[in-house]
T-cell receptor, first 114, second 115 residues
């Protein structure tokens, strides 16, 4: 069984479009995250979210917004896509409401903006 | 500004030898440090976590040390095998900033174990 899953695995779209990436975890974890890994392989936190609070990395443009319909899902919506948004996006989760434990990562979604 | 440096972008080691990877950080006061492995086209996979009050942690052929005075962690793989070839990421968390703010990753070291 896949612990953290993401869809789609690949996403190719035009500049200016709006797109969403879905993430689901079946681990019963309390906190979920979105990370961005750019072409230089640098992995950066974008958001962390539990049922009490959303913490946003201040460098993330407000075109990016996380949506959590329930504890097991944290989707990423991106408006007005730009070329610089091309990257691999990883969802992750951890038990509890702090980042002290190991994080479980999804397989990633490779976004290409043309 | 906060910074994490991993010793080199690529490291070539002969099979059977011990691979040692370095993670140095500045302007951090992490409560713990984690190491992850990432294979091409996949998400990072957790390997080990070491807390600020721990000097050393072991798991099978893996060993991690954490020196908060030097602001450095060393990650060792003993009796290395070609299957250990991957990118290894150092990650810090629990900084004095607090909160569920995720991990801060280094750029990683690409380890190649040659038969």
């Amino acid at each position: 069984d896949t612990a953290v899953s993401q869809t789609p695995k690949y996403l190719v779209t035009q500049m200016g479009n709006d797109k969403s990436i879905k993430c689901e975890q079946n681990l019963g974890h309390d906190t979920m995250y979105w990370y961005k890994q750019d072409s230089k392989k640098f992995l950066k936190i974008m958001f962390s979210y539990n049922n009490k609070e959303l913490i946003i990395n201040e460098t993330v443009p407000n075109r990016f917004s996380p949506k959590s319909p329930d504890k097991a899902h944290l989707n990423l919506h991106i408006n007005s896509l730009e070329l610089g948004d091309s990257a691999v996006y990883f969802c992750a989760s951890t038990l509890g409401t702090s980042a002290y434990g190991e994080q479980f990562f999804g397989p990633g979604t490779r976004l290409t903006v043309l | 500004s906060q910074k994490i440096e991993q010793n080199s972008e690529a490291l070539n080691i002969q099979e059977g030898k011990t691979a040692t990877l370095t993670c140095n950080y500045t302007n951090y006061s992490p409560a713990y440090l984690q190491w992850y492995r990432q294979d091409p086209g996949r998400g990072p996979v957790f390997l080990l976590l070491i807390r600020e009050n721990e000097k050393e942690k072991r798991k099978e052929r893996l060993k991690v040390t954490f020196d908060t005075t030097l602001k450095q962690s060393l990650f060792h793989i003993t009796a290395s095998q070609p299957a250990d070839s991957a990118t290894y990421l150092c990650a810090l968390g629990g900084d004095s900033g607090g909160g569920a703010d995720g991990l801060t990753f280094g750029k990683g070291t690409h380890l190649i174990i040659q038969p």
